[in-house]
């Protein structure tokens, strides 16, 4: 079955350094996602990417945030300046259509980024 | 308010038993509803979307009142692998961006 994959699974990094989530959707799906998760709390949307762009993104996604499809296979959240408050699950998701009809989206497994 | 709002639970209940969940969302422009669930430090997954009329598969069924902004969620029957985190989620009209409620969590125990 396809699935999202997510490298890497854990990232341990200091304050204030870059760091890059990578994420390889489903190969048919056209919306890929980032969301993320603080322990204890909920799925947060981040950010939303068609047809190479950004098609919508939340408040936490500030100028800190990029994100990028560097070669049509991978989908990569980029962190330039990491915050202690930046530690969390981010997940990437994607889906073949846009959520409004079916909802579905295909999450990868998380990458838990823990920032010292 | 919150966007969406679940009771978090934790629910415990026996196997066999009949366990609901409900939700309330604060949009009244909200557009689709689901429900997903998520199993500890796991990913969530679509588990049901939720219709106007009400839609069941299996042993769950999930119902929508829209005048009062409420979602709900049955389980019948509940399996000790139904211990989940059960995750209330809502489009408010856009295509790209589904808003989570903090969700509720079930314990079926033996």
């Known amino acids: 079955e396809p699935e999202v994959t997510q490298t890497p699974s854990h990232q341990v990094t200091q304050m204030g350094q870059e760091v890059i989530l990578r994420c390889v959707p489903i190969?048919?799906?056209?919306?890929f996602y980032w969301y993320r998760q603080i322990l204890g709390q909920k799925v947060e949307f981040l950010v939303s990417?068609?047809?190479?762009?950004?098609?919508?993104k939340s408040e936490i996604f500030d100028d800190q945030f990029s994100v990028e499809r560097p070669d049509g296979s991978n989908f990569t959240l980029k962190i330039r300046s990491t915050k202690l408050e930046d530690s969390a699950m981010y997940f990437c998701?994607?889906?073949?259509?846009?959520?409004?009809?079916?909802?579905?989206?295909?999450f990868g497994e998380g990458s838990r980024l823990t920032v010292l | 308010r919150k966007e969406v709002e679940q009771d978090p639970g934790p629910f415990n209940v026996p196997e066999g038993a009949t366990v609901a969940f409900n939700c309330t969302y604060s949009?009244?422009?909200?557009?689709?509803f689901f429900w997903y669930r998520q199993d500890c430090r796991k990913e969530p997954k679509l588990l049901m979307s939720?219709?106007?009329s009400g839609n069941e598969d299996g042993r769950f069924t999930a119902q929508l009142n829209r005048a009062s902004q409420y979602i709900s969620l049955l389980i019948r029957d509940s399996k000790l692998s139904d211990s989940a985190t059960y995750l209330c989620?809502?489009?408010?009209?856009?295509?790209?961006?589904?808003?989570f409620g903090t969700g509720t969590r079930l314990q079926v125990t033996l």
């Open positions: 998701a994607s889906s073949v259509q846009g959520v409004l009809r079916t909802g579905e989206l295909f």
């Open positions: 190969s048919n799906h056209l919306y």
């Open positions: 990417f068609y047809n190479n762009e950004i098609s919508e």
């Open positions: 949009n009244s422009a909200s557009q689709s």
């Open positions: 939720v219709y106007s």
């Open positions: 989620v809502v489009n408010t009209g856009t295509a790209s961006k589904l808003t």
